[in-house]
């Protein structure tokens, strides 16, 4: 036999130098929830190792990150049902928790990428991604709020928004009010390809934010579409996002391929919670090698072409490469 393709396998010196693929800490997010108050680190029963974080321990949280390589990190606000209303006003007012967290961090830790969460559903009474009337999540009246949002949290010194809700227009209605106002150099990471996915669980229990009545599946995709995925890529895309997200990762690996064959912006995938909570208990049964299963997965939502990968096993990935379990 003239071809033997094992030859490239013979050792991991071989292996390394004609490897195809890697997982460097800085395509990594590492979402983080906040809670208001102060000393509170409150753990989140379906993620196991994941905590709602108060703004004085989510400093610590961050700092510990950097130190291990981590450098990007997407933020998540649960408020108190009693500060929601149907418009989600609390959002954009300059006093709220979030907002004046985010100011903190970006004080202490300018060097950190910090991308924020633009939609209604933590804000929101009614718990939808939109403004709800009789019943019906409407569109074009949930356009200005997200834009008040937006804009409030481009003021407090985010680097990148992430508009999750998936309302036609949002990210031009934006990036016009963004420049408008100044915020020429803050970029939009849009959830271009968001399915209503039976994945979000735990993340609705960390955040206490489902839907008070009805289910998503008017404004977020349908599981069965990828072809629909190629038509919001092009809206995005000329309505001015810098970076297109596909929402979950593991089960829309496809999806992820689709977008990066066809398009030249920054791929971003979200590995999201209910893909972490099945990882951490089938490793904390012992069905599977936690620590060799959790770099595969992030391995091939890399393979598959997202060029960043929101996760929330940034942390503990990055203390492997620290420990040289891993070798990047």
Known sequence: MNIRPRRNRKSEAVRAMVRETNVSLTCLMYPLFLIDGKGQKTPIQSMP???????DLVLTEIEECLQLGLTSFVLFPAFEESLKDREASISYRTDNFYLKTIR???ARFPEACIMSDVAMDPYSSDGHDGLVENGEIVNDKTLPILSKMALAQADAGVDILGPSDMMDGRVSFMREALDANGFVNTSIMSYTAKYASAFYGPFREALDSAPKSGDKKTYQMDPANKIEALRELMLDTEEGADFLMVKPALCYLDV???????STLPISAY????EYAM????????WINYE???PEMLLSIRRAGADVILTYFAKEYAQLVKSRTIEL
């Open 49 to 55: 190792g994941i905590y709602r974080w108060s703004p």
């Open 104 to 106: 903190e961090i970006k």
């Open 256 to 262: 992820i391929h689709l977008l990066k064959e066809n």
């Open 271 to 274: 590995n999201v919670s209910g």
């Open 279 to 286: 990882l951490k208990a089938a490793g904390e049964k012992g």
């Open 292 to 294: 060799k299963a959790m």
